[in-house]
C-alpha cells in the first residue's frame, strides 16, 4: 500500500497519546510500502510539537530525522533538511522549508514580516528580506 500520511498520524506515533490511534497508525507504517510525507505535514508537525506538547527543539528535530530515516518514507529531503537547519538555529522548522522550496520554485528572496525568521535565514547564507525593503 502506498499512502500520503498527514500531519495527526506523525504525532499520534511519535507522542503516544492515544494508545487506540498510535497503535493503528505504527501498523500503517509498518504495512505500506510508501509512506509520502509532504513538506507542509512536517511543518504542521514541528508546530503541533512545539506548541500543542511543548517539546523542545532536539525532540522536534529528533522525530523529524527518525521519520525521515524510515525506508519507505519519501519527502523533498532537502528542504526538510533545510526546516532543520532552521530550527536548530532557534527558528521555525516552517521558515526554512519554505524559504528552500521557494528558491527551487525561482523565489530569490525569502520575504516575510517575521523579523526574526529573515535574521535566520540571513545568517544561514540566504537572501531574505522585510517586505518593506524590497518595495521601491
Known sequence: MKITTDTNVLVRIVMQDDTEQAAVAQALFLQATVIAI???VFCE???VLKR???SSTND??????TIVKVDA???DLPAVEAGLTALRAGGDFADGA???QGERLGGTVFASFDRNAVALLRNEGAEAADPAELIA
Request: proline share 10%; no cysteine.
Open 73 to 75: 518514507v519519501v519527502t
Open 98 to 100: 519554505l524559504a528552500y
Open 38 to 40: 509532504p513538506v507542509p
Open 60 to 65: 522536534i528535530a529528533s522525530a523529524i530525522e
Open 52 to 54: 500543542g506538547y511543548a
Open 45 to 47: 508537525f514541528a508546530w
